[in-house]
C-alpha cells in the first residue's frame, strides 16, 4: 500500500481493487464515503488536485449555486451555510470538509487520468491504464460528471486571439481585469453570474448573446447569525428546511413534463425583472426570450440585468462572424477590439470524452455504443455490454429544477445495493440485460415528447445533436429515487464468480 496524507493517496497504485472510481466531486466523494462504510476497498482518481469536481474547476468571480444550500448538500453530512444559495467557495470548503471528516481522503488519487478501462471477461475484472500506471478493479463507477469537460466555440480566427483568453470554468486569476475592454461569448448560467461582476471592474464589456435566457428573480438572503446558529445546532431543523425546499422544486415537474403552460407565471416573473434590471427599451426587447421557459435551464439572477443596463456594457446579438488577433467581427462587419475574451459556452454534456476510454464486454466503448441511438443507461445507471459498470450522474439522470445530490445519493444506495446482492449471491459480474434498457429508455423518452424540452421551441446542452434529451430526468425525483430503491435483478444478466468461466447466466 502507498503511503497517504491530506492531500490523498500518494504512492504507487495498487494492483487491484474492489471498486475503482473515476471522479472526485460531489458523486465520487460520496461513493467513496459510503462504499468505504460497507468495508469495500475503494479508490478514487481525478485529474485534479482536490475534491470537488465542478466546485473545484469553475472559480469564475460570482460562481454560486442556484439550488438552495440545505438540497444542495448530502443529506448525511449537513453543512454551515451562510446564505441561503452558497457560492462556490463554501461548497468549496464544505466537500473538502466532509472528505476530511469522514476519513477518506487517503483513498483519493489526485492528479491522475483514466486513460483506459476494458472489461476483462476471463479475469472478470476492468483492466484500468491511469496516467499513473495500470491496476485492476472488479467494479468500475464513473463520477466524471456531465458538465466538467468544457466547450469552446467553434468560431473562425479564435486559435488566433491575441489577447488573453480563457473558459468559464478555467478561470485565469492572474489576468487583470481592472479598466480593460473585456467581452464575454455566452449567456448561460455561467455569463449571467460573470457579467455583473466583469461589470463591476471592466472598463467596457461586450456580453454576445445569440440566445436571450429566461432569468428569473434570485431569492437568495444570508442566514441572520441565530438562524444560523439554530441550523447549525437545533437537531433535525435543517432537514426540516431541506424537505421544504424539496417538495416545493418538485410542484414544478408538471410545469415542464406534462403541461408546459403551468409555467406561465414564472415567464411574468422572470418579464417584471427585465422591467425592474433594465431602462432602455430596446434593451429589454433584446433581453426578452422567444421560447417558453424551462425548455434552456431556467436561470436567477437580479444582478444580471442591471449590469446589462450599465453604461460600461453592451450587448451584442449580431452574430459573431470571426475572432481576430484584436477583436470579435459580427456579421454586420463591425470589430469590437477587446484585450480579454472570456468564453462561457457551456461544457461537453452529450459527447463526453470518458465515454472513448471506457470499453465493455464486445470491445465497444461507451462512445461506439451510444453513437447511433445516443446516451442511453438502464436507470441512468448501468449499461448493457458493460458489466459491472455503474454511472453516478448518468445519462438521463440530469435536472432542471432540483438538486442532483438527491440523484447521486439515489444512485449511490442502488450501487451500494448491487454489491450487496453480487456479495451475497456470489456474482462474478452483473450488466443490464438490453431488453430492459430498452424498454427502460422506449419510455423515458416516449414521455421526453410531451416536455417542454422537446416542445419549447429551444435549442440546448440537454440535447444531442440529433435534438434528442439524453440528459434530463423528466419526472419528479422522488419517482427516480423509487425506481432505483433495490437492485432489481431480474433486469440483469449475471455470472458467476470468476474462476467459473462458464458464467450462470
Ligand atoms: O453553459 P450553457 P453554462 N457562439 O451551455 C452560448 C450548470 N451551471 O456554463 O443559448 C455564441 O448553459 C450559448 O448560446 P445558445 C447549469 O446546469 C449551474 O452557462 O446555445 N454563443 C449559451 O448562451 C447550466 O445549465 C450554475 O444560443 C455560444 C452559452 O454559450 C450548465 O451548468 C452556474 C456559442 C452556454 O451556456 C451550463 O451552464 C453555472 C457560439 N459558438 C453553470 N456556443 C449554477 O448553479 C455557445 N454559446 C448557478
Redesign the pocket.
Known amino acids: 500500500a502507498g503511503a497517504t496524507g491530506p492531500q490523498g493517496y500518494a504512492g504507487p497504485l495498487p494492483d487491484h481493487v474492489d471498486v475503482l472510481v473515476i471522479g472526485a466531486g460531489f458523486a465520487g466523494l460520496a461513493v467513496a464515503i459510503k462504499l468505504t462504510e460497507d468495508g469495500r476497498d475503494v479508490l478514487v482518481v481525478d485529474k485534479g488536485d482536490s475534491v470537488g469536481g465542478t466546485w473545484r474547476d469553475?472559480t469564475y468571480p460570482g460562481?454560486?449555486?442556484?439550488?438552495p444550500s440545505q438540497l444542495y448538500s448530502y443529506s448525511f453530512a449537513p453543512g454551515d451555510w451562510s446564505r441561503s444559495f452558497s457560492p462556490q467557495p463554501e461548497i468549496k470548503a464544505y466537500l473538502d470538509r466532509v472528505a476530511a471528516r469522514s476519513g477518506v481522503l487517503d483513498r483519493f488519487v489526485f492528479g491522475t487520468s483514466v486513460e483506459h478501462a476494458q472489461w476483462e471477461a476471463d479475469r472478470g475484472v476492468w483492466a484500468v491504464r491511469t496516467s499513473r500506471g495500470d491496476l485492476t478493479a472488479d467494479v468500475l463507477v464513473s463520477g466524471a460528471g456531465g458538465?466538467s469537460e468544457p466547450?469552446l466555440?467553434?468560431?473562425a480566427g479564435i486559435d488566433d486571439f491575441g489577447g488573453e483568453i480563457f473558459h468559464?470554468?478555467r478561470w485565469d486569476h492572474d489576468t487583470d481585469l481592472a479598466g480593460k475592454r473585456v467581452a464575454v461569448?455566452?449567456?448561460?448560467?455561467?455569463?449571467i453570474?460573470i457579467v455583473p461582476e466583469l461589470q463591476k471592474v471592466a472598463g467596457h464589456l461586450d456580453v454576445?448573446?445569440?440566445?436571450a435566457?429566461w432569468v428569473l428573480p434570485r431569492h437568495d438572503r444570508t442566514y441572520p447569525g441565530l438562524e444560523r446558529l439554530a441550523l447549525r445546532s437545533v437537531p433535525g431543523l435543517q432537514r426540516l428546511y431541506r424537505t421544504a425546499i424539496y417538495w416545493g422544486r418538485e410542484t414544478y415537474v408538471p410545469a415542464f413534463t406534462l403541461v408546459p403552460d403551468l409555467a406561465k407565471p414564472a415567464e411574468l416573473l422572470a418579464r417584471g425583472n427585465i422591467a425592474r434590471g433594465i431602462s432602455d427599451p430596446d434593451l429589454r426587447t433584446k433581453v426578452t426570450p422567444d421560447f417558453k421557459i424551462g425548455c434552456?435551464?431556467i436561470?436567477?439572477s437580479n444582478a444580471y440585468y442591471p449590469a446589462l443596463d450599465a453604461d460600461n456594457t453592451e450587448l451584442v446579438t449580431d452574430r459573431?462572424e470571426r475572432i481576430t488577433p484584436t477583436g470579435i467581427v459580427t456579421a454586420d462587419g463591425t470589430e469590437r477590439e477587446i484585450d480579454v475574451l472570456v468564453v462561457?459556452?457551456?461544457?461537453h454534456t452529450t459527447d463526453q470524452p470518458i465515454a472513448h476510454h471506457v470499453v465493455g464486454r464486445e470491445g465497444r466503448s461507451l462512445a461506439d455504443v451510444w453513437r447511433e441511438h445516443g446516451q442511453q443507461a438502464y436507470r441512468g445507471t448501468t449499461v448493457a455490454g458493460f458489466p459491472n459498470f455503474f454511472q453516478v450522474v448518468g445519462p438521463n439522470t440530469?435536472l432542471g429544477h432540483s438538486s442532483m445530490v438527491f440523484i447521486i445519493e439515489s444512485q449511490v444506495a442502488y450501487l451500494r445495493d448491487a454489491l450487496r446482492v453480487m456479495a451475497r449471491n456470489s456474482y462474478g459480474s452483473v450488466e443490464p440485460r438490453q431488453d430492459a434498457q430498452d424498454d427502460w429508455n422506449a419510455r423515458l423518452h416516449q414521455r421526453m415528447r410531451r416536455t417542454v424540452w422537446s416542445t419549447g421551441g429551444?435549442?440546448?446542452?440537454y440535447l444531442d445533436e440529433h435534438g434528442r434529451n439524453t440528459t434530463l430526468w423528466p419526472r419528479a425525483t422522488f419517482t427516480f429515487r423509487l425506481g432505483l430503491s433495490r437492485f432489481d435483478t431480474r433486469a440483469y444478466r449475471v455470472t458467476g464468480p470468476v474462476p467459473d468461466p462458464g458464467g450462470a447466466e
Open positions: 469553475n460562481a454560486a449555486c442556484d439550488v458538465l466547450k466555440p467553434d468560431i468559464s470554468a461569448i455566452g449567456t448561460g448560467a455561467s455569463a453570474q454576445y448573446q445569440r440566445t435566457p434552456k435551464r436561470l436567477i459573431i462561457a459556452t457551456g461544457f440530469g429551444c435549442a440546448s446542452w
